[in-house]
């Protein structure tokens, strides 16, 4: 076996290891199942990589995100080490070769998801190889207590009887004590040591601002915080707006959502790696996997869903252990905002049942009949003609599928589909005399072969356009018109979600809903609703202490930090030393011309906006500064610059 600390330095270049990490490694090694606790940026893949390399044999990580696997594959492979994924969009050959690669060749890492575990051949070859460690990424995932539940994840303790040799280890950064009770029980773990690392982050300042004016105070912070910086957002359009309002102020921004295409979403993403983007714009499809240590702000401009959600994304910031913000912008009406959106993402036992009979009418489908016709859904149209909320019916059209009574195809996972109809024969003779269809019919002949004329192949539009050199709409307009002069069978992608009954429809009164349990998920819903605005409006207690309870951690140490230890637990010295300096910078800019208040707030570099607000107070009680007559901040004459003592 080899060392852990030569490896450690060899493959990772680090000189010793970080708190916990050489603990876990050691259980690992021993042959323990651990679950390891460690908050975002405490180096929590070290954890199972070391021992994967100081053993034979391959590690198998299970991981709930694609970006997050190839970025962890990519990073491997760069330091020489064998590693590989298998995702969606690989075709069976690519598959069977990683495979291969895992039996037969030297790899030591294989990433997956968690719903790949369940096909019949990864089963069959997984039991192939020789497997030293079974690691669970993201482990809150297995439990419906954690914010990002994922049925799939339930299944992965059936591994244990396909791999009966490998040890587990199961990680995440987020997990309260029911979450963590109940990934030990879900993923069955013998005689399981729980390691536990503090969640506090001693150099990461939490703060909340309530305002009327999110993005004014957005480029307030920007402006005094210096570096790059992550803007979180709840909406696409937002992010778009927002992007595009900062580069106007001259700040080299972009922004990210997942409606972009992946090469455009890659671009992005590096851009602000590399530093040549110093802030982006984006939904929470940003980050996860995001390993940049030098952000040093972290803006939410909306009310989380979650302080799980909220814990993982302001930990991004600051993994370089140096000060970091994590600032939380709200209004008033935030809170009722939040609570009805989460209200209808989680929909009541009454809400569902009234949806499947309006769908049930509005398709036409008879009790007891069984349709699998996939017809389109027009949520606007279907909630007009029920006089059905529109977001509530969407909302519940999607439980109702995640239930298994129907099926929601979205349109982004219906491609375009094309099938020859005619005989090679004819279809040459279609060619010779219509020329204006060669180009494009040759295309769909190199990329699809003969299979073209023996079943419906999945095409991209724009693909085509780019390897013929014809517009993406000229292209759908020859697909359509060969359709129409029967050369093809051409079935365009949808532009609207697809519905399909996967039972025969159920009377209503017999709708098979576990009840009790949609009751529970919607009730655990809506009581992290409640601790996120309970964290957000409350003025008297640090903010990381808060934090820290809910993750059933006490602290009974201040931060320092937070906004409310700036102004109500900062230890005197602190208090202090930080009006002194901001006094010194205040009598500077007021040395040169007056100031309106907000404007002097902006122009104190570094500093929380209460503590320099109190700092101007404390000046006006003591008649150093003064108000002229157009109501700005002006220095009395006789006040020297030179700091109190």
């Not at 409310?564 to 040395?591: G, N």
Request: net charge positive; aromatic share 8%; glycine share 4%.
């Amino acid at each position: 076996m080899a060392n852990i600390h030569h490896i450690l330095q060899q493959y990772f270049g680090y000189p010793k290891f970080r708190p916990l990490q050489q603990e876990i490694i050691e259980a690992v090694l021993a042959g323990k199942d651990v679950l390891a606790l460690m908050p975002t940026g405490g180096g929590k893949s070290l954890c199972f990589q070391v021992p994967a390399l100081a053993q034979d044999g391959l590690c198998l990580v299970i991981t709930p995100l694609i970006a997050l696997m190839k970025d962890q594959v990519a990073a491997l492979q760069k330091r020489g080490i064998a590693a590989a994924a298998i995702f969606t969009g690989m075709n069976y050959a690519a598959i069977d070769q990683v495979l291969d690669n895992c039996i037969y060749g030297k790899m030591k890492f294989l990433y997956v998801s968690p719903e790949r575990i369940q096909t019949s051949i990864f089963q069959t070859r997984v039991q192939q190889m020789k497997i030293n460690s079974l690691v669970v990424d993201e482990a809150h995932c297995i439990s419906q207590w954690g914010y990002d539940f994922r049925p799939a994840y339930l299944n992965i303790a059936t591994l244990r009887t396909l791999v009966p040799k490998g040890n587990m280890i199961a990680l995440t950064a987020t997990a309260t004590r029911k979450v963590r009770t109940e990934i030990q029980e879900k993923l069955n773990l013998k005689d399981g040591v729980v390691f536990q690392q503090s969640f506090a982050r001693e150099n990461l300042a939490y703060m909340v601002k309530a305002t009327e004016d999110k993005e004014a105070q957005l480029i307030r912070l920007l402006q005094r915080v210096p570096g790059t910086a992550i803007v979180y957002v709840n909406t696409r359009k937002k992010a778009e707006s927002i992007a595009k309002k900062l580069m106007l102020n001259n700040f080299s921004a972009s922004y990210y959502h997942a409606g972009l295409d992946t090469a455009t979403r890659d671009k992005r993403q590096l851009a602000w790696m590399q530093g040549k983007t110093r802030v982006i714009v984006a939904t929470n499809a940003f980050g996860m996997g995001i390993d940049k240590p030098n952000v040093r702000l972290i803006v939410h401009m909306h009310l989380p869903t979650s302080l799980e959600a909220y814990y993982q994304e302001a930990g991004r910031a600051g993994r370089d252990l140096y000060k970091s913000y994590a600032i939380l912008l709200y209004e008033q009406q935030d809170t009722f905002a939040l609570r009805t959106v989460v209200e209808s993402e989680n929909p009541t036992v009454k809400q569902l049942k009234a949806v499947y009979q309006q769908l049930a009418n509005y398709y036409k489908i008879a009790v007891g009949v069984q349709d699998s016709t996939a017809y389109p859904l027009d949520i606007k149209a279907f909630a007009y003609a029920t006089r059905l909320d529109q977001q509530i019916a969407y909302q519940a059209i999607k439980s109702l599928a995640a239930e298994g009574l129907i099926q929601l195809n979205e349109s982004f996972y219906a491609p375009s589909t094309v099938r020859i109809i005619i005989s090679t024969k004819a279809l040459y003779a279609f060619q010779v005399s219509k020329k204006q269809y060669y180009s494009l019919i040759q295309a769909l002949l190199r990329f699809h072969g003969g299979e073209l004329f023996t079943e419906p192949c999945t095409i991209v539009e724009s693909q085509l356009a780019i390897h013929t050199h014809i517009p993406v709409a000229s292209i759908s307009k020859q697909l359509h018109t060969l359709h129409r002069l029967r050369i093809v069978d051409y079935i365009p992608q949808p532009n609207q979600p697809q519905i399909t009954f996967l039972q025969a429809r159920y009377p209503i009164e017999k709708l098979p809903l576990d009840e009790k349990a949609l009751q529970q998920r919607r009730n655990i819903a809506l009581d992290r609703v409640d601790a996120v605005i309970h964290y957000a409006t409350h003025k008297h207690r640090c903010r990381s202490q808060l934090l820290l309870e809910y993750f059933d951690q006490i602290e009974y140490q201040y931060c320092n930090l937070c906004d409310i230890c700036l102004t109500k637990y900062a230890p005197k010295h602190l208090q202090q030393a930080d009006y002194h300096l901001a006094r010194e910078q205040i009598l500077t800019h007021l040395e040169k011309l007056p100031y309106a208040v907000s404007d002097l707030v902006d122009a104190v570099d570094n500093m929380p906006e209460e503590t320099v607000l109190r700092s101007i107070r404390q000046m006006l009680d003591q008649q150093e500064i003064r108000y002229d007559a157009a109501a700005r901040l002006v220095k009395n004459e006789d006040v020297c610059l030179t700091t109190p003592k």
